[in-house]
């Protein structure tokens, strides 16, 4: 079960989704990203994706597997923390955007989605990891 974290009182946010959801019909798609515990405490204090200073941008991909599957690469490679997984929404048409797609680390598909774009994104922070699969 994902638990969303919007400030009580708060109006939808304006950006991509606000904007679908207002008029338009466009089919909202599942986005995930797996977060440490900083991103995880921010979260939690404001509702919502941010960026510090000097950071351009944050990195998505379409499956809870994909994320939980970077988060366990992250923890055997570099000893950090355990990661959460983040799910949140976006236009379908976002994904087709030019110059928003890339691979990472050893082939995770991803969405590079610019800092201006996160004030229209509503985090659900899951309160489980998807089990990764592994190809044979």
């Known amino acids: 079960m994902a638990v969303p974290y919007v400030p009580?009182?708060?109006?939808?946010?304006a950006g991509?989704?606000?904007?679908?959801?207002?008029?338009?019909?466009?089919k909202l798609v599942d986005i995930?990203?797996?977060?440490?515990?900083?991103?995880?405490?921010?979260?939690?204090?404001?509702g919502a994706f941010r960026n510090l200073p000097g950071?351009?941008?944050k990195y998505f991909?379409?499956?809870g597997e994909v994320a939980a599957s970077y988060a366990r690469q992250a923890v055997q490679a570099f000893g950090d923390a355990p990661y959460t997984i983040v799910r949140t929404q976006v236009p379908e048409s976002v994904l087709h955007t030019p110059g928003i797609?890339?691979?990472?680390?050893?082939g995770i598909p991803a969405y590079v989605l610019p800092t201006e774009t996160l004030p229209g994104l509503q985090p659900q922070i899951l309160n489980y990891s998807p089990i990764p699969w592994r190809l044979p």
């Open 32 to 46: 995930y990203r797996a977060i440490g515990p900083d991103e995880l405490e921010d979260i939690l204090a404001t």
């Open 61 to 63: 991909t379409t499956s």
């Open 55 to 57: 950071l351009e941008s």
């Open 16 to 26: 991509f989704c606000g904007k679908a959801a207002k008029g338009g019909g466009e």
């Open 101 to 106: 797609s890339a691979t990472v680390d050893r």
């Open 8 to 13: 009580a009182g708060a109006s939808k946010v």
